[in-house]
């Protein structure tokens, strides 16, 4: 099952976009380089592409490159260091030292907020959650690996979650879910430009499907995988597309098509000089044969896969070899051959776990000495540190106690005229106080002058008001007593009647519209309070009222207003019941606050 994930792997490594001959090349360069960053890029660039091919030799460069990230301090390239070491250790088995690496490369990723390598923890940290049968982590990390990317808009990173996610459910045997989140990479493929991971993806779905043993559907990916590959890839992704293709049509009994699949594998293969792929599509050839009846024909090609496994350092496939090959053997009757197959096999794999175990001490080892490493670093940058506080130190003792003196001298002389400048402050702001309450108790008395002034020049206005008043109603009773004494004249009489009529008209417009705009010129707010009190008041009411905060006496008004002191009286009864005050309140006072 790791192979799903291995393929995962692969869209990694291609969309790095580099090839062997760039990094020969580069590593060529790197003993001319300086220790500066841009080593630290060349080593995890070395790293990065080795990760997948050579784990041991992608840990030597990585290793490198954190440790001269530590000595410059430069966060990024420890980051990407601990992170791609991580992946290394997952390509060797050692899940263990993987999550280690990886917690390492996250305390420094989300500190830094490199969103890149947030959805590569992610990734990485699933993948190991997905293999230790950790499935609800492995879920979570590649669910926050696809919300970075649909965040941040990274398209690549959200095509490889989703296989990722993908590979998740095959583990836990749930296909259909798997090819939900195939499907979801699916819809992105026409957004993604490299044409080697739209194959790998046909290559999970083609997976899916031969795990669900729909196997015509797993024949229709394989075989779109391989029509891309022929178009774009390389001859190792095609050969490798023809033993999946091959190996599924020999499952499904279409032997004579899968062996000439298998078969066309073996030759791109030998002409790349790939013993592993040779031997890997020798055994799947072993099964067809024998199910094709050549039996003496499978029994060679298991001798020759058995024997080229034997000059091949791989003892993992020469494991699968015996393994796979034994029971073919115990078919065709070779019984004996078979039991020492799988006793060979047996052996194998505990040498295996041997190997693992000394693997493991070397890399604890490993650990070790780049542990050493760091904290030699450590060590001298923490010397050069305390070297440099000493000199620092010699400097301020040399010349702090006279700077202490000056700073006290001048900090003396800075207190003394502070504190005097205080003072004066607060003697001047004193004086403009007491003469800014001088100023305000003059503006309120010149105000009050002023509003008695207005007050009286009102006043003064209402009893000129009067004394016109009283000469007008005398011409006009002198008027009428003509008019009533010589009545023979009768068109006389009218006119002198239409005079009288005229005049107390003129009267008693011009004289309130006069007085009214002197008012409300002096008592801007008087009608307004007044008819907030009390709004239903009528015009002569509200006539009375400005008269009666004058003062003026019911006789005066009376003859202003060309009323009887009766109905004077009445009307401010009226004004008491409306405003609705108290039989002890007065209503002139009242009037007089409503202004």
Not at 240 to 269: A, D, P, R, T
Not at 281 to 297: F, P, R, T
Not at 553 to 568: D, H, Q, R, V
Request: proline letters at 1%; hydrophobic letters at 40%; glycine letters at 6%.
């Amino acid at each position: 099952m790791k192979n799903l994930f291995i393929i995962v792997g692969i869209l990694v490594f291609l969309s790095t976009g580099t090839n062997a001959d760039d990094m020969s090349g580069l590593e060529d360069q790197l003993p001319a380089m300086q220790e500066d960053t841009l080593k630290v890029n060349a080593l995890l660039k070395l790293g990065s592409h080795y990760c997948y091919s050579d784990a041991g030799k992608a840990l030597l460069f990585l290793q490198e490159a954190i440790v001269l990230s530590a000595s410059l301090e430069y966060k990024k390239g420890m980051a990407s260091g601990y992170l791609w070491m991580g992946r290394a250790y997952y390509y060797k088995d050692e899940y263990e030292l993987a999550t280690r690496h990886l917690e390492k490369a996250k305390d420094i990723i989300f500190e830094t907020n490199n969103r890149e390598e947030m959805i590569k923890y992610h990734q990485f940290t699933g993948t190991i959650n997905s293999l230790t049968g950790n499935f609800p982590n492995a879920i979570r990390n590649y669910q926050r690996a696809i919300e970075i990317s649909k965040e941040n808009g990274f398209t690549r990173d959200m095509y490889l979650s989703y296989c990722g996610m993908g590979n998740v459910y095959l583990r836990r045997l749930d296909p259909g879910s798997a090819k939900n989140y195939f499907k979801e990479a699916f819809s992105l493929v026409h957004l993604i430009e490299e044409p080697a991971l739209k194959s790998i993806l046909f290559t999970n779905l083609g997976k899916a499907y031969e795990l669900t043993h729909d196997l015509d559907s797993a024949r229709i990916f394989y075989e779109e995988s391989l029509g891309v590959r022929k178009a774009h890839g390389s001859i190792r992704m095609i050969a490798s597309s023809e033993y999946n293709l091959g190996n599924v049509l020999i499952k499904k009994g279409q032997l004579q098509q899968g062996l000439h699949y298998l078969e066309s594998s073996v030759k791109k293969f030998s002409g790349l000089s790939d013993d592993t792929g040779i031997c890997i599509n020798m055994i799947a050839m072993v099964e067809g044969l024998y199910q094709q009846g050549k039996a003496a024909q499978a029994l060679k090609v298991a001798q020759e896969a058995i024997a080229l496994t034997g000059q091949l350092n791989n003892p993992s496939l020469k494991s699968d070899a015996y393994k796979t090959i034994a029971p073919v053997m115990a078919l065709a009757g070779y019984h004996d051959v078979a039991y020492e197959y799988m006793r060979i096999n047996n052996m194998i794999q505990d040498s295996l776990a041997q190997i693992n175990r000394e693997k493991i001490i070397s890399e604890l080892e490993i650990q070790f000495q780049t542990s050493r490493k760091n904290d030699e670093i450590k060590l001298l940058k923490s010397l050069n540190e305390i070297q440099h506080k000493n000199i620092l130190l010699l400097y301020v003792s040399l010349s702090g106690l006279l700077i202490i003196l000056i700073l006290l001298y001048v900090l003396f002389r800075y207190k003394s005229k502070s504190l005097k400048r205080q003072q004066a402050l607060y003697l001047s702001d004193k004086t403009i106080s007491k003469q800014q309450a001088e100023i305000r108790e003059k503006e309120q008395l010149l105000l009050k002058e002023q509003l008695e002034t207005k007050n009286r020049e009102l006043a003064s206005k209402a009893l000129e008001m009067f004394r016109i008043n009283e000469t007008i109603s005398d011409v006009i009773e002198k008027l009428e007593s003509v008019s009533e004494k010589d009545s023979s004249i009768e068109n006389d009489g009218i006119h002198i009647n239409q005079i009288v009529s005229g005049l107390e008209a003129q009267l008693k417009n011009n004289s309130w519209n006069e007085f009214e705009k002197v008012f409300t010129n002096i008592h801007s707010d008087f009608f307004r309070k007044l008819l907030s009190a009390c709004p239903d008041l009528t015009s002569s009411e509200i006539k009375i009222a400005a008269l009666l905060k004058l003062n003026l006496s019911t006789k005066e008004i009376a003859a202003i207003t060309f009323k009887s002191e009766a109905g004077i009286k009445s009307t401010r009864y009226r004004l008491r019941k409306k405003l609705a005050l108290d039989n002890d309140e007065s209503l002139i006072p009242f009037l007089m606050r409503l202004s």
